[in-house]
Each structure stands twice: as structure tokens, then as C-alpha cells.
T-cell receptor
Framework: EAQVTQNPRYLITVTGKKLTVTCSQN?????MSWYRQDPGLGLRQIYY???????DKGDVPEGYKVSRKEKRNFPLILESPSPNQTSLYFC???????????????FGAGTRLSVL | SQQGEEDPQALSIQEGENATMNCSYK?????LQWYRQNSGRGLVHLIL?????REKHSGRLRVTLDTSKKSSSLLITASRAADTASYFC???????????????FGQGTILTVHP
């Protein structure tokens, strides 16, 4: 089954404790992206990757890191989480970050993060 | 304000009625997409309309695009309780005539369909 898998689904942590949220897709998609969703603010892009070893900042990259060592995986790293990073996070992938229908995005189920 | 703003923010209707949601955006686009999100879950793609298209249908969904007004609408006909969800428009903006695949999402319309 074609899917984007995020783990964990729920995470409670404390300020300053490094964490990683994993994202994996089995559709051989080039493009992957991380979003955060906050009430009243919609979805905002954190980082994206157009292919292996190619990553770039989205609209709200501060406090986050990503890597893309393999095509299927795109982990999100919070080196020193703070309470303002409490949010619902989504990973998404698409076939190609280009024109036409190829950039329909497929989303993971989400990771709800609470930073105390 | 953000690219891709939906209106209204919330819509409450009875089963069987039609639901119309609007989206406005600011820049030239390659395409515009609509997504649905059930409470707290991942978004699911509904329909994509290209910048050179004016109307598109998919089942009970009808999407229109007016590039001169930079606006789109999503119509759900004969709504059902199961259509209760948040609906987001997302724009694939052009930069120098090129799309880089980045989708910018609006804040969404919360649709509640009462049985």
C-alpha cells in the first residue's frame, strides 16, 4: 500500500531534549516536505527536499533540522525543543516538485508533539 | 495575509444541501489543489485544477478557477454527514515562470454537515 509513515504519532517531551520524528514513503517520490499545523495558522512548511542530499528551508525553519540521505526517508530533528514547537506535524511527499499533476502531495497521519 | 485564503472559516449545513467554499490567492500559479482533513488526521488530496482550466468535476465535487480574480471555489453537492471535515486550498505558485513544487496552504474552511 502506498503510504507516508510518520513515527511517533504522539510525543511528549521536555524543553531541550533532542528528538527526531521519522518519515518514510514507499512511493519512490523525489519531493518530501515537513509542515506544522497550528490553530488559526493553517499548515506552514518547515523544510523540504527535492531529492537525495537536497534540502531547503520552508517558511518556518528556525529550530528544526532535516536530512535526506536516502530517497525514502526524511527525518525531522529538533535539537533543543521549546514549548513554542508544540504543534501537529505532518510529513508529505510527491512524485516530483515540478509542474503538472506530479506535485500532488501525500500526507502522513501526523505527529502530535507537546514540549513541556 | 497568506497565499491561499479560504472563506468562510466555518460552514454549517444540513445533509443534502450544497456547500461552497472559496479560496483567494495572490501570485501567478501553476495549479491549485483542494485537500480534505478529517479531525487531527493527515490531509487527503481531492482535486487539482491547472491554471489554464476553468472548471473541473470529480464525483460530487466541482471546482472553478478564475485566474483573473485569483480565486477558486469548491462546491460539494448533496452533502453528507461524512463530508464533515476541514477543507484546504493549496497553491503551486510560479516563480519566474517555473514551479518548484512548493504548495502553500490556506487556513482552511471547517465544514460541519448535520444529519
Amino acid at each position: 500500500e502506498a503510504q507516508v509513515t510518520q513515527n511517533p504519532r504522539y510525543l511528549i517531551t521536555v524543553t531541550g531534549k533532542k528528538l527526531t520524528v521519522t518519515c518514510s514513503q514507499n512511493m519512490n517520490h523525489e519531493y518530501m516536505s515537513w509542515y506544522r499545523q497550528d490553530p488559526g495558522l493553517g499548515l506552514r512548511q518547515i523544510y523540504y527536499s527535492m531529492n537525495v542530499e537536497v534540502t531547503d528551508k520552508g517558511d518556518v525553519p528556525e529550530g528544526y533540522k532535516v536530512s535526506r540521505k536516502e530517497k525514502r526517508n526524511f527525518p525531522l530533528i529538533l535539537e533543543s525543543p521549546s514549548p513554542n514547537q508544540t504543534s501537529l506535524y505532518f510529513c508529505a511527499s510527491s512524485l516530483f516538485g515540478g509542474t503538472g499533476v506530479k506535485n500532488i502531495q501525500y500526507f502522513g497521519a501526523g505527529t502530535r508533539l507537546s514540549v513541556l | 495575509s497568506q497565499q491561499g485564503e479560504e472563506d468562510p472559516q466555518a460552514l454549517s449545513i444540513q445533509e443534502g444541501e450544497n456547500a461552497t467554499m472559496n479560496c483567494s490567492y495572490k501570485t501567478s500559479i501553476n495549479n491549485l489543489q483542494w485537500y480534505r482533513q478529517n479531525s487531527g488526521r493527515g490531509l487527503v488530496h481531492l482535486i487539482l485544477i491547472r491554471s489554464n482550466e476553468r472548471e473541473k468535476h470529480s464525483g460530487r465535487l466541482r471546482v472553478t478557477l478564475d485566474t483573473s480574480k485569483k480565486s477558486s471555489s469548491l462546491l460539494i453537492t448533496a452533502s453528507r454527514a461524512a463530508d464533515t471535515a476541514s477543507y484546504f486550498c493549496a497553491t503551486d505558485a510560479l516563480a519566474g515562470g517555473t514551479s518548484y513544487g512548493k504548495l502553500t496552504f490556506g487556513q482552511g474552511t471547517i465544514l460541519t454537515v448535520h444529519p
